[in-house]
């Protein structure tokens, strides 16, 4: 008779499968992967590449592979499609004026707004939340952290901004009604990209990916975003990794209120920059 062998533990069933790659622990990459990839990858092309039809195009296959894979997947892009089209359709500039602030801001409120409000009542799933009183307090190193983010901005704004010339593509405001709308836009927009990048594209992706790949994707779409408001030159090697760590902060805190006040010191150091940049005798208090 022939000996019996041990008996062997039966492999990792599908719905395992799919719970480690949310926890990041699979290493295949998982088939949701693909959709998720052509929505980040539409950000290059709509807002770098200036290919409205290709950038389309993109986000109408990726659409179609998720409803092929997974209605949830399906119905989280779908709103993070809508968001990234919105936003496609205004021009996307620097520019203070009021006219041009009341578009682009009605345009970022929808691109955040109706999101929100269809995961609430019409998926009733409330993936997108804006965590802003947790009831956790910050820990020292979160507290140590604030000022290391303007220490970083201090030495890297300057240097990026005038080294490179990039400044010009803000406005000069000189007069107190453009520094004011300066200082609002600056602001503004600092609030909207954790709004949309981090609270509402990666926390839908973060649904069906691993932290590492949801990450990358968000800061992909971010950095674009960035470019095409006037962040050229070498702007996306301190971009990118910020929107990453951005996203590993929000991860860690569940605090939507802590990672705004990160970008919005660091959006404060870029804002006296740029007062300086152009009245060079305004704030003379930078290194470059």
Avoid at 40 to 65: D, E, T
Avoid at 200 to 209: D, K, M, Q, S, Y
Avoid at 236 to 241: A, D
Wanted: some cysteine; hydrophobic content about 55%.
């Amino acid at each position: 008779m022939a000996q019996r062998g041990r008996s062997q533990a039966p492999g990792p069933t599908e719905a395992t499968r799919q719970a480690a790659w949310k926890q990041g622990s699979w290493t295949l990459p998982s088939p949701e992967l693909v959709p998720a990839a052509l929505v980040s990858l539409a950000g290059p092309v709509l807002f770098v590449l200036h290919q409205p039809l290709a950038g389309y195009a993109l986000l109408v296959v990726a659409l179609g592979a998720a409803a092929v894979l997974s209605r949830a997947l399906f119905r989280d892009l779908l709103v993070v499609a809508f968001g990234l089209s919105v936003m496609s359709l205004v021009p996307i500039t620097t520019d203070i004026s009021p006219a041009h602030m009341a578009v682009m801001g009605t345009a970022m409120i929808l691109a955040v707004g109706v999101p929100y409000a269809v995961s609430r009542f019409a998926y009733r799933d409330h993936a997108i939340t804006f965590p802003v009183r947790t009831g956790t307090p910050w820990t020292r190193t979160e507290k140590w952290y604030l000022p290391v983010v303007v220490v970083i901005g201090y030495a890297l704004l300057p240097v990026y901004m005038l080294g490179t010339g990039v400044y010009m593509n803000w406005p000069a405001a000189s007069e107190p009604a453009e520094i004011t709308r300066l200082f609002i836009g600056t602001n503004g927009l600092g609030i909207w990209d954790e709004l949309f990048f981090i609270c509402t594209v990666f926390a839908l992706l973060r649904r069906h990916l691993p932290m590492a790949q949801a990450n990358v994707l968000q800061a992909v779409l971010f950095t674009s975003f960035l470019w095409e408001l006037g962040f050229h030159a070498w702007a996306p090697l301190f971009i990118f990794p910020f929107a990453l760590l951005q996203a590993f902060i929000f991860t860690r805190t569940r605090s939507l209120s802590y990672i705004i006040c990160v970008h919005l010191l660091f959006d404060l150091v870029l804002f006296l920059v740029l007062i300086h940049a152009h009245n060079r005798a305004w704030l003379d208090i930078f290194l470059y």
